[in-house]
């Protein structure tokens, strides 16, 4: 179980301050389970280059092979309403967002191995034999970039609610260590 599910179990809970998760645009194709404008928004690579071109983004980064960016209408929309903007973003993107709001709290969700999450790969049945040697090849960068993050999270297997309970309670301890601050994980 990803980040994906672990946003769906978030967005269950009713935390103390309001939020907003932000649906990341994305040049990959649409899953059978995923709904355009609620899983993401599903562009064509030359809608996603001119949004990226016209500044609609706040971070825009090539992960796995495709393009995945964070819009930034979203993101102050969120903000300017008093919400949390929660994202949904790699570490590519954590990094572009750490450059330009540095306030930024970014929470780092990692497997509780590289062998689970291939398990977890492999079990869900989207990508090819090369997409998974890319995704492990990628995944191993990614865990050796946890030191970027202000917090790190073990999305332990079966164990999303917990997950999500622990995200809450990061969030929740942000917000009383620094109550006007808006949050943007």
Known sequence: MGKDTIIEAM??????????????????????NEIDGLSYHFLSLGDYQRLRDDDGLLEASEVHGNWYGTPRDQVQAALASGRD??????????????QKVPDALLIFV?????????????????????????????????????????HVVVNETDQIDSTAAQIDAIIAAEHERFPDRRILV
């Open 11 to 32: 967005q269950r809970r009713m935390p103390a301050h309001p939020r907003h998760f932000v649906i990341t645009v994305t040049t990959r194709g649409r899953r059978p």
């Open 85 to 98: 903007a929660i994202l949904k973003i790699d570490v590519q993107g954590a990094h572009k967002v750490r």
């Open 110 to 150: 990692v497997p509780p191995s590289l062998e689970a999450l291939q398990t977890r790969l492999v079990g869900r049945s989207t990508e090819s034999p090369a997409e998974l040697a890319r995704r492990r090849r990628d995944a191993e960068y990614e865990l050796s970039r946890q030191a970027d993050y202000d």
